[in-house]
C-alpha cells in the first residue's frame, strides 16, 4: 500500500510539474502576444506620425507652387518636380526605416519563439523521461512481487 501511495505521490507531483511548466509555456505565449501588439501599436504610431510629416510637407509645399505659379507657369513644372522628388524620397526614406523596424519586430518575435520551442522541448523531454523512470520503477515493483509471490508459495 505503501508503495501505491509513493507511486500517487510521485504521479501527483509529476502532474503539478507538468501543470506549472504548460502555466509557463502560457504565460510566455502571453508575454509574445503583448510584445507582438506593442510592436504593432508602436508599427501603426509611426505610420501616423510618417503620415503627418508628409500630410504638413505637402501643405507646405502646395503653399509654395501658389507662389511659383504667380511667377510664372516654367517656374512652376520646375517647383512640382523638385517637390515631387523630395516627397519620394522622403516616402522611401520612411518606407525603409518601416520596414527596418518591422524585420527587427519580426526577428526578435521569431527568437522569443524559438525559446519558447526550446523551452517547450526541454520541458516534454523532461516530463517523458520522468515518465519512463516511474514506468521502470512500477515494471520492477511488479517483477518483485510476482517472484515473492512465486518463491513464497512453494516454500
Same mark, same amino acid.
Request: with cysteine; proline share 0%.
Given at each position: 500500500m505503501a508503495e501505491n501511495a509513493d507511486l500517487l505521490a510521485l504521479l501527483a507531483e509529476m502532474k503539478k510539474s507538468m501543470e506549472k511548466?504548460?502555466?509557463?509555456?502560457? %504565460?510566455g505565449q502571453e508575454e509574445m502576444k503583448d510584445r507582438m501588439e506593442k510592436g504593432q501599436e508602436e508599427m501603426k504610431d509611426r505610420m501616423e506620425k510618417g503620415q503627418e510629416e508628409m500630410k504638413d510637407r505637402m501643405e507646405k509645399g !502646395?503653399? +509654395?507652387?501658389?507662389?511659383?505659379? +504667380?511667377? @510664372? !507657369?516654367?517656374?512652376?513644372? %520646375? @517647383?512640382?518636380? $523638385?517637390?515631387m522628388n523630395q516627397i519620394q524620397s522622403h516616402v522611401k526614406s520612411k518606407v525603409r526605416e518601416i520596414k527596418d523596424h =518591422?524585420?527587427?519586430?519580426? $526577428?526578435?518575435?521569431?527568437?522569443? =519563439?524559438?525559446? =519558447?520551442?526550446r523551452e517547450i522541448g526541454d520541458v516534454? @523531454?523532461?516530463?517523458?523521461?520522468?515518465?519512463?523512470? =516511474?514506468k521502470d520503477k512500477v515494471q520492477g515493483k511488479i517483477e518483485g512481487r510476482k517472484w515473492k509471490t512465486k518463491y513464497k508459495g512453494k516454500n
Open positions: 511548466g504548460q502555466e509557463e509555456m502560457r %504565460k !502646395q503653399a +509654395e507652387m501658389k507662389d511659383r505659379m +504667380e511667377k @510664372g !507657369q516654367e517656374e512652376m513644372s %520646375k @517647383g512640382q518636380e $523638385e517637390m =518591422v524585420n527587427s519586430c519580426i $526577428e526578435k518575435i521569431e527568437e522569443d =519563439v524559438q525559446s =519558447v520551442k516534454k @523531454g523532461e516530463v517523458e523521461r520522468k515518465i519512463e523512470e =516511474v
